[in-house]
């Protein structure tokens, strides 16, 4: 009798147990991302969210699709085949909303331009963005961050380059040290080594720009109609990102971690986090300087009219998650 007795209740047991994992995995979502960059630091907060586990403490699984930034990241999350898209230009996404595009802002990205630099090959005599008049100028692709840095470089500098949309980092920087442009754009790691090496010197920073340092200058986007459909997967997500950002700022396991993932020497990682990537510039909450983005956006010809602050909240901008 008792071992029929316990045989009934480890049967209990079992199905209780297959009960709670049948449910969880029911209520496990997939999200479908795109990332601009891969290997810049900003964009590996994914990856620690992975790494450390957030994403499945959430429920989540997510598939990653890399691209190198612009218009590659956002249209695939407009056409709906990706839900969300990760490091994008503001100017870029405020344009695709003005077309009638399912975009929205769920959170800020990135807010200054700490981050950003030009460079020219040593032996060019460039020294700043004064030198550039004539010159070609790099920056990622149209609508993103740094064409809106380049373009208020250019502006607050008085040169007249041509500026020309180069890509990737890696690939802009093949560009340059073959000769085909003479100004590059990079975020660190890349470039710091040919920098310290002497091949290459930065002739400006984005930090340059005194206006940019309190706008958000890159937001993270969803696709609108997913995320009517499956909001609060969207808030567990950007709920793992902001403890993926507040891991990465805790200690040096991320500095290993990023070290290893960028295929870049420690002291590299290092300096590319503490010098480079304040954490304050990575806050999530509020989309700021937005009038003066809005402004932007019509006379860089992003939009054909303008628009307040006023007729983007709620209808663009849905900020998920304030940490």
């Known amino acids: 009798m008792m071992h ?16 709670a994992a049948t449910s969880a995995f029911a209520q496990t979502q997939t999200l479908k991302v795109a990332v601009a960059q ?36 956002l249209l695939p999350v407009v056409s709906g085949s990706l839900d969300i898209a ?59 961050s740094t064409n809106l840095i380049l373009l208020q470089l250019v502006a607050q500098e008085k040169a007249t380059p041509k500026l020309v949309p180069t890509g990737g980092a890696p690939g802009t920087l093949t560009q340059v040290m073959s000769g085909q442009i003479d100004v590059g754009w990079s975020v660190p790691p890349f470039v710091l080594q040919q920098v310290a090496d002497g091949k290459a010197q930065i002739i400006a920073r984005g930090s340059d720009v005194a206006a940019i340092r309190d706008q958000t200058i890159r937001v993270n986007v969803a696709n609108a109609n997913a995320l009517k459909q499956k909001r609060d997967a969207f808030v567990r997500y950007m709920r793992a990102i902001s403890r ?15 070290a290893a993932y960028a295929k870049v020497p420690r002291a590299l990682a290092q300096r590319t986090r503490d010098e480079f990537y304040p954490k ?10 937005l009038d003066l983005t ?16 006023a007729d983007v909240q709620g209808r663009l901008i849905d900020i998920l998650y304030k940490p």
């Open 4 to 19: 029929r007795t316990i045989a009934c209740l480890l049967g209990m047991i079992a199905s209780a147990a297959t009960l």
């Open 38 to 73: 891969r290997g810049f630091w900003n964009s590996v907060f994914i990856e620690f969210a992975l790494q450390q586990g957030f994403f499945k403490q959430e429920g989540l699984e997510i598939e990653i699709l890399y691209t190198e930034g612009g218009a590659s990241t």
């Open 86 to 144: 990760m490091t994008n230009g503001t100017l870029g996404v405020i344009a695709a909303f003005a077309k009638g595009m399912p975009v929205k802002i769920i959170s800020a990205e990135a807010t200054g331009a700490p981050d950003a630099f030009w460079y020219a090959r040593a032996e060019s005599g460039i020294k700043s963005i004064r030198d550039t008049s004539g010159k070609t100028v790099a920056f990622s692709s149209p609508g993103s």
């Open 244 to 258: 993926a950002i507040d891991w990465a700022y805790q200690g040096d396991a991320a500095i290993d971690a990023y």
């Open 280 to 289: 304050a510039s990575l806050q999530l909450a509020e989309v700021k300087g």
């Open 294 to 309: 809005l402004k932007q956006a019509v006379e860089f010809k992003y939009i054909a009219s303008p628009m307040s602050a």
